[in-house]
């Protein structure tokens, strides 16, 4: 006998329904199936997104998109759950979206036509951009100390960071690897760079949903 799948997320609240602004009546009639966890259940996108921007983390995720990386939709999911401070996509406007699951919806997400247009958004910021590849002189991630409000930077899928990423970065770290597989693909990379500056520099919690 095939197991009976469970509907995902909840269905039409209660009455009487609750009076805070944060809810959305529309959810509060329909039930709620989006991919959030039970804190944010019946709340409007815009009220999570302004619940989020109170408590994001100091670091940004950058990845270079020169030939359409099917890896980003992955890598504004994984921003979205380490609680990123925004991503940036360099190149290419367009991206695959389905694979950040509608996560993009909660995450700032910005624009950078060139690598120039983000060095120069991140210089008026102050940030330093580390890159992410596994590059001759790169420097073990697991055992570099990253700054507590930086850019981490991948490159296309394939060819990794570009000539010009290569120059402008402040450092290149390398995730280690131990099999055959001469490299990970984009979006497995931006989950471990970002969970390696969530165990050195954020406050560790347990869920509660």
Known sequence: MEEKQSDVGVGPHSEPWPTDSRYDPELLANGDRRNVIDRFRYWSREAIVEELDLSRHGFHIAIENWAHDLNIGTVVRNANAFLAAGVHIVGRRR????????TDRYQHVSHHPTIEDLL?????????????????????????????????LLGQEGPGLSDRAREAVTKVCSISQYGSTRSINAGVASGIAMHTWIRQHAEIRERDD
């Open 95 to 102: 991206w695959n979206r389905r694979g950040a699951m509608v």
């Open 120 to 152: 120069s958004w991140a210089s008026e910021e102050g940030l330093p951009i580390i890159g992410i590849d596994n590059l001759p002189g790169s420097v073990a991630l697991e055992k570099t100390e990253l700054p507590e409000r930086c850019v981490l």
